[in-house]
């Protein structure tokens, strides 16, 4: 039945009173659409969601439900732990904004003078949170000086990166310094440094140092991450000189071993020059240690060729 019934009970010539079959009349959302307002820094340009409740978010989105009713007078968005109610747009038309923070289940509920929270129509919007951005780095150490420490590095955000610097300061102090570095403000870039290049450093003086990239999350003020701490002595004029002069020292010591291995070879070569000749051909044996000794000779050709490069 849509309408009221008006109806009586007959039987036996005998009829009862006048009854009547009340109609209630439902309140029920004829249509649903969602507005989502994504935050600025992501990117993402807003969307609009009919017919479902159910959406995946970025963390901070703000979300506008617009609702289309018959025979309704308050609809409510009913949360975990409170009730807010939707405003009137019309006689018919109610919305509600709200910003998501976290992962949301809900209830859309309808309500008129005869039926409360009649219709309720649970949905879930997931909220996803901004991550942290990301950093890579490699280093290679000048292997002669020991005071140049060349940087290879990545660096990634889920939406936009927008800053990068070298942090150092004496190990004894926390009194930071900072250097940046250009980064493009997309999702993925990489960069190169060299410690301590030109920076005013201290001689004698023991730094710490390591490299920090930021996002571009405006909801938490940019969130930061860092790579891993490296150390750095700034050495004096003269240090530097006995630092040099005693590498030379070794490699020249290295290069003399080196020279000794070559006259020992030498004889072998001989040794082994001496048997070919006197026999007619090669054994098994004389061959094997005369590839050996090939091998043996051009390792240390690369090794002299290594300490000369060093010296």
């Known amino acids: 039945p849509s309408e009221n019934i008006t109806f009586t009970l007959s039987g036996n010539k005998v009829s009862s009173k006048p009854y009547t079959l009340e109609v209630l009349k439902i309140p029920v959302v004829?249509?649903?659409?969602?507005?989502?307002?994504?935050?600025?820094y992501t990117g993402k340009r807003d969307e609009q969601v009919k017919n479902t409740g159910n959406a995946i978010v970025p963390e901070g989105t703000t979300v506008t439900w617009s609702v289309q009713t018959r025979e309704t007078k308050n609809v409510a968005l009913v949360l975990k732990d409170t009730t807010l109610a939707f405003s009137t747009s019309g006689n018919t038309a109610f919305d509600i904004t709200k910003r998501l923070y976290g992962t949301t289940g809900y209830e859309i509920?309808?309500?008129n003078d005869d039926l409360k929270d009649?219709?309720?129509?649970a949905y879930t919007i997931q909220v996803i949170k901004?991550?942290?951005?990301k950093i890579e780095v490699t280093a290679k150490t000048d292997t002669v000086t020991q005071q140049?420490?060349?940087?290879?590095?990545?660096?990634?955000d889920d939406y936009g990166l927008s800053q990068l610097r070298a942090v150092y300061y004496p190990s004894s102090t926390n009194n930071k310094q900072y250097k940046d570095i250009a980064i493009t403000k997309g999702n993925v870039d990489q960069f190169i440094f060299t410690f301590p290049d030109d920076l005013d450093l201290q001689e004698g003086v023991s730094y710490e140092y390591y490299f920090e990239v930021f996002d571009n999350d405006a909801l938490h003020n940019r969130k930061s991450s860092k790579s891993a701490l490296f150390s750095f002595l700034k050495l004096t004029e003269s240090a530097l000189e006995q630092q040099q002069l005693e590498q030379q020292s070794e490699n020249i010591q290295d290069l003399n071993k080196s020279l000794e291995k070559?006259?020992?070879?030498?004889?072998?070569?001989?040794?082994l020059s001496r048997k070919q000749k006197e026999k007619s051909e090669l054994s098994f044996n004389d061959e094997r240690k005369l590839d050996n000794f090939l091998k043996r000779q051009k390792q240390q050709e690369q090794l002299m060729k290594e300490y000369s490069k060093e010296l």
């Open 130 to 133: 901004d991550q942290y951005p």
């Open 262 to 271: 070559l006259n020992e070879q030498e004889e072998e070569l001989e040794t």
């Open 30 to 40: 004829t249509s649903f659409e969602m507005q989502l307002n994504y935050p600025n």
């Open 148 to 156: 140049q420490t060349y940087f290879y590095g990545n660096v990634s």
């Open 109 to 111: 509920s309808t309500s």
């Open 118 to 121: 009649y219709e309720n129509i």
